[in-house]
């Protein structure tokens, strides 16, 4: 080959190389951030991460892409087969992800509608002790804590929920909360239906008493950043299908008050005074602890189930 043709291919391949090179980023990219996924970001044994795989892969997404560019420069024969082969992969495994995904849905949303009910079951058993309990009223409580904890954590205030949950889950809650703020993002979940909720199943444990709810619902659930508002993670456009399991507990010996409408706190149970609980689950009047279970359920744990 003549140095004049030599050069002419040079010269060619150079005027290509920044559509190499972007080709090679976007989809480096894109494989670092494809397992996304809604790990629920509510369980008492949270992380610290936002609940999603795309920081984590990040560093790896990354020195592939250094890896690629350099064989690009440096080696074209070589790293030219090697970038045709990485695309046909990513198409590859971007219809088989598609397709998983869409299967797991379908998965999800039949295991959501196909839930056992023990509510009937579970009530007899707790009015054996409690014969004033109401499995329809607890039921209409635990949605209520439940759509309370969503529409706190997108207003990114956990304060709303603080007299329903235990001091040990409210924390943990916040902390996470505070964390988004911190980093000026907002994990906005909406369009929530709660396709399902019952009593799954009750038990004494020593001094106290423990009743849990089984609960499904289908939700947006995605990350912006608070000043673009530009989304960071997931996808606005997408159902999650997501059941979880809640866990209240209550004083042994604790009689439901059959005057009460549901299990709402709107009084401090000490003193009367109308409900303001401070950070520490105290009355703001009296300083009685409110959300210890003392007066009535608490919510001491949520998460998700398989």
């Known amino acids: ?15 290509y190389l920044p559509f190499l090179l972007l080709i090679v980023a ?28 795309s920081d984590s892969d990040s560093g790896d997404g990354g020195a592939l892409v250094g890896l690629l560019l350099g064989l690009l420069i440096s080696h074209p024969k070589v790293g030219i087969p090697i970038l045709i082969l990485l695309v046909i992969f990513y198409f ?46 607890f039921i209409g409580f635990a949605r209520e804590v439940f759509m309370t904890i969503q529409q706190a954590w997108t207003a990114k205030d956990w304060k709303p929920i603080r007299p329903f949950e235990s001091e040990t889950l409210f924390n943990t809650h916040k902390q996470q909360l505070d964390e988004y703020i911190r980093l000026g993002k907002t994990n906005v979940v909406e369009k ?15 001094d106290k008493e423990v009743l849990t709810v089984w ?53 401090c149970p000490n003193c009367g005074a109308p409900t303001e609980i401070t950070s520490s689950g105290q009355c703001a009047y009296c300083g009685s602890v409110v959300t210890n279970g003392e007066h009535d359920w608490v919510l001491t744990d949520i998460h998700s189930r398989n």
């Open 1 to 15: 080959m003549s140095k004049f043709n030599k050069f002419n291919i040079i010269s060619s391949w150079k005027r």
């Open 26 to 53: 976007i989809i480096c990219c894109d494989i670092a951030i494809a397992d996304v996924g809604n790990q629920n970001r509510y369980d008492s044994d949270y992380s610290g991460d936002s609940g999603y795989d």
């Open 92 to 137: 590859i495994m971007k219809r088989k992800s598609k397709n998983t995904n869409k299967n797991k849905r379908v998965n999800n949303q039949a295991a959501l509608e196909n839930t056992p009910d023990s509510s009937a079951e579970v009530a007899v058993q707790i009015q054996t002790i409690d014969p004033a309990f109401s499995s329809d009223k």
């Open 192 to 206: 929530i239906a709660i396709k399902h909720c019952s009593l799954h199943s009750f038990r004494q444990d020593g």
């Open 215 to 267: 609960l499904n619902a289908v939700m947006r659930d995605y990350v912006i950043d608070d000043t673009t508002k530009k989304v960071l993670e997931s996808d606005p456009n997408r159902d999650w299908y997501m059941r979880y399991e809640m866990v209240f507990n209550r004083k042994a010996g604790l009689k439901t008050d059959p005057s009460k409408k549901g299990n709402t706190i709107t009084n």
